[in-house]
């Protein structure tokens, strides 16, 4: 059973590496390149993602870790409990100093995530749920938009390490935004779910992402009273790489 104050402690920890984010200096000299285009991780990344490490396994020495910036073949978060971690999502966004990321920190239970946190040290907002105890941003809480389609902004991602599903990519977005009001590109798909979360956009999808980009994130939508699932209607998983869509609970797959 987890403590009372787990996630308050969570957020604790997550605002201390949201303060090494807004101390970085010569971001782009300390940036490494990575496996696939455009994908590169920064000195910053690493030393998160240590921190994290760290302290989340001081506060609960049973669980697994599964971040960024490890193999993800070599956990398995399917039994117990394992914290699933993003330390700077919209890395490219930070090495460019466009202030638009975030430290992402899901803890899952048995394979599906019962708590997250996603902290934007920029706006200074914490966003935060519990698996069933509704989803909060600095305190007060948020609902999934009621708009519709028609009524609501797009989000997407560009998936800018697979350059085979641009195209597919764009054509979904053209899809969607023929019935929209407008569409956004942020570079951070854990933002972009909490904008969902919030009630600031209507919906998002991209079509591949990895387990800490959306853990965190999709639990907010889901306590906030939206949808999520991958575009052919089917449940999230988070072992695995796949297509995340989520959205308000008036809009519907196309």
């Known amino acids: 059973m987890l403590s009372e104050n787990i996630l308050s402690e969570i957020q604790e920890i997550v605002h201390e590496c949201g303060d090494i984010i807004l101390s970085a200096t010569d971001i782009e000299r300390k940036t490494h390149q990575k496996e696939g285009s455009g994908n590169f991780v920064t000195d910053y990344d690493s030393r ?136 956004r590109r942020s570079g951070s798909a854990a933002l972009d779910l909490c904008m969902i979360a919030s009630g600031r956009a209507e919906f998002f999808f991209e079509l591949m992402l990895s387990p800490w980009d959306y853990a965190a994130g999709a639990l907010l939508v889901e306590e906030a009273g939206g949808l999520t699932c991958d575009l052919e209607g089917r449940a999230l998983t988070y072992d695995r790489k796949q297509t995340v869509t989520a959205r308000g609970p008036r809009v519907e797959l196309l």
């Open 48 to 183: 998160v993602q240590s921190v994290l490490r760290k302290r989340l396994l001081e506060l609960m020495p049973g669980a697994v870790f599964l971040g960024e910036e490890d193999q993800m073949d070599r956990t398995d978060i399917s039994r117990g409990y394992a914290f699933i971690v993003d330390p700077i999502d919209g890395t490219a966004n930070f090495i460019r100093g466009c202030k638009a990321s975030c430290v992402s920190v899901a803890l899952a239970e048995n394979g599906y995530p019962v708590l997250g946190v996603i902290y934007n040290p920029y706006q200074k907002e914490t966003y935060y749920a519990q698996k069933g105890k509704g989803a909060y941003l600095n305190g007060e809480r948020i609902y999934a938009s009621e708009r519709t389609l028609e009524e609501g902004l797009i989000l997407f991602g560009t998936s800018p390490y697979k350059k085979e599903l641009c195209q597919k990519s764009f054509e979904i977005a053209s899809r969607y935004m023929a019935r929209a009001e407008d569409l």
